[in-house]
């Protein structure tokens, strides 16, 4: 079974800083990584993700990650954040074959600060 | 518009009240989640429906009950709740495992009240 950790519950920056937001999975198969963000009072949306082929991958609004298979990790980084940014971000892993079934992490809330 | 719509938006219901929730999505998938978010709380994976079979249960209270009609249609039946029930409640989508794993659709949750 996959499972994932995400240390950090909260992490705090201050607006234009950069930002990593760390992810560890374990699986004993390959898999398929994701990241997703949930703004406030709102469902959680597809930030990006790994499936195959390169290992960093990039979303539309700055935010990448790189798939790390050695050190089974997936962070997510941005070079500037913008207070627009603050939200709860969520890594999740599944198996690549089978039936799909996402397993979430617990969660890194970004606080973006003036 | 995410292509999982959610409905209500928020609700507040007495412990002794029957309501329902509904999930409806026009992507094509195959499959429908329903998870809890509770403050501070991970999030908690409900019911699972596969082609309208529901393939997981995680040890869910008998107070909620789900209702997977068709493959576009995921209702969450509740009655007898508690003040501890109070979260806000996703629905998912997706197509299924294989090659084409895009994760899944949520939508926007409906914030549940119990009071």
């Known amino acids: 079974a996959q499972s994932v950790t995400q240390l950090d519950s909260q992490v705090p920056v201050f607006e234009e800083a950069p930002v990593e937001l760390r992810c560890n999975y374990s699986?004993?198969?390959?898999?398929?990584l994701f990241w997703y963000v949930q703004y406030p009072n709102q469902g959680l949306q597809l930030l990006l993700k790994y499936l195959s082929g390169s290992t960093l991958v990039e979303s539309i609004n700055g935010f990448e990650a790189e798939f790390n298979k050695s050190q089974t990790s997936f962070h997510l980084r941005k070079p500037s954040v913008h207070i627009s940014d603050t939200a709860e971000y969520f890594c999740?892993?599944?198996?690549?074959?089978?039936?799909?079934?996402?397993?979430f992490g617990t969660g890194t809330r970004l606080l973006v600060s003036p | 518009e995410t292509g999982v719509t959610q409905t209500p938006r928020h609700l507040v219901m007495g412990m002794t009240n029957k309501k329902s929730l509904k999930c409806e999505q026009h992507?094509?998938?195959?499959?429908m989640y329903w998870y809890k978010q509770s403050a501070k709380k991970p999030l908690e994976l409900m019911f699972v429906?596969?082609?309208?079979?529901?393939?997981e249960n995680n040890s869910v209270p008998s107070r909620f009950s789900p209702e997977c009609p068709n493959s576009s249609h995921l209702f969450l039946h509740l009655h007898t709740l508690q003040p501890e029930d109070s979260a806000l409640y996703l629905c998912?989508?997706?197509?299924?495992?294989?090659?084409?794993?895009?994760?899944?659709?949520f939508g926007s949750g409906t914030r549940l009240t119990v009071v």
């Open positions: 998912a989508s997706s197509q299924g495992g294989g090659a084409n794993n895009y994760g899944y659709t």
């Open positions: 699986s004993s198969v390959s898999v398929y």
């Open positions: 999740a892993v599944s198996e690549n074959t089978g039936f799909q079934k996402l397993v």
């Open positions: 992507l094509g998938h195959n499959a």
């Open positions: 429906y596969n082609f309208k079979e529901q393939t």
